[in-house]
């Protein structure tokens, strides 16, 4: 079984007019200099999965420039029994709307057609960063397990802003907060829940693969202590917890206070005092397992997007890392500079130049 893009035709977007992009299921290696869109061609594909795609980017930002009439996004989604027409669009810098098999759909729907897993050099500094960026990576996987994750997060968020507007009113009455405490715990336990059995599937794919990649060792935390695991126990922990909440302005317990520790499993030292090749690694090795795991729950390897991955891994690395993506069957998009870059895939990769003419992207496939 295998997920993967045959066509994609990205219109006024970023820095394309206009591409359009013929591939089978091989991993795809788009090559050219800094600057030429290659980046850009890989986040139209991020959107092809529920979220504001890898750089979180409002409509408005992703329409070309100075145009600014809006972008357009289609694709032939090859999935597991399916073969799904998607389109994804923004007018005028107006919310993204979805369209599967021409029918409008939510974003969420993305969810149940496709899998997208990513690795992108803003990523890098994961571990030594603050535990938000660590956070979204675990929802990120977790989302790719289970769709309905997404809607779980804005049911609870929502609910979290509208109580941390009363406590910033100092609003003392306990029944203003009652069904947004009883909502935000009951999404919250499926939050953590949904996190937990995550790191499960991810710890299996770890044990059980060959692969030249260290393996992690993943922990969720939380900076007050153990998140309470029944909504009646979370509910009553909000409840208990106003006082403190209310000298701070803002909930202090919940799933939102998570964090991720990783830990380099041989060495037994913690992520974010490895060596920078080692955290990359760490990664690397993440998102493999990731996949993994997805192969054997959705049914199919998810699309891999790796940006600029190549040019931090020595050739060894590289290698290794292109014969495990072949051996799992997954589409990869892959960006660099140069096609030596890829030349251990050889003819298991199809190539893409990507060149600027004043300002405008061209895409061009090779022979």
């Not at 090795?285 to 940006?307: K, M, T, V």
């Not at 997954?330 to 990507?354: C, H, I, K, N, P």
Request: charged share 25%; net charge negative.
């Amino acid at each position: 079984m295998s997920l993967y893009l045959s066509s994609l035709i990205v219109s006024h977007f970023r820095s394309h007019k206009i591409a359009r992009i013929s591939v089978d299921k091989r991993p795809v290696a788009l090559f050219g200099p800094n600057g030429a869109g290659k980046t850009n061609i890989l986040e139209a594909v991020s959107l092809f999965s529920p979220g504001r795609g890898f750089r979180r980017a409002s409509a408005e930002d992703m329409a070309r420039r100075p145009e600014a009439l809006g972008w357009k996004i289609s694709g032939v989604l090859h999935a597991p029994t399916q073969t799904h027409e998607i389109d994804i669009w923004s007018e005028a810098g107006a919310a993204r709307q979805l369209r599967i098999d021409e029918k409008t759909a939510p974003q969420i729907g993305l969810g149940r057609v496709a899998r997208v897993l990513w690795l992108i050099p803003s990523m890098d500094r994961l571990w030594i960063e603050g535990a938000e960026g660590r956070r979204r990576f675990l929802d990120r996987m977790t989302l790719s397990f289970e769709p309905r994750h997404a809607e779980l997060s804005l049911t609870y968020e929502k609910a979290m802003r509208e109580r941390n507007r009363l406590l910033k009113d100092m609003v003392r009455d306990p029944h203003w907060y009652t069904a947004l405490e009883a909502t935000m715990a009951e999404a919250g336990v499926a939050i953590h829940n949904n996190r937990l059995s995550a790191l499960t599937q991810i710890e299996a794919a770890q044990t059980d693969a060959v692969t030249a990649f260290p393996n992690a060792f993943l922990e969720l935390t939380y900076s007050d202590g153990p998140l309470p695991t029944s909504v009646d126990e979370l509910c009553t922990a909000l409840a208990e917890n106003r006082p403190r909440d209310l000298s701070a302005g803002r909930t202090l317990i919940g799933p939102h206070r998570a964090d991720l520790i990783g830990t380099f499993k041989a060495k037994g030292v913690p992520a974010r005092d490895c060596s920078t090749g080692e955290q990359k690694a760490l990664l690397v090795s993440l998102i493999l397992a990731n996949a993994r795991a997805l192969e054997h729950d959705f049914g199919a390897p998810p699309l891999l997007l790796l940006d600029e991955v190549a040019a931090h891994l020595d050739a060894d690395r590289r290698a290794a890392l292109y014969d495990e993506i072949s051996a799992l069957g997954a589409q990869a998009w892959m960006t660099g500079t140069d096609t030596e870059l890829f030349d251990s895939l050889g003819d298991r990769a199809q190539y893409l130049e990507v060149t600027e003419d004043a300002g405008i992207s061209i895409v061009k496939a090779m022979q």
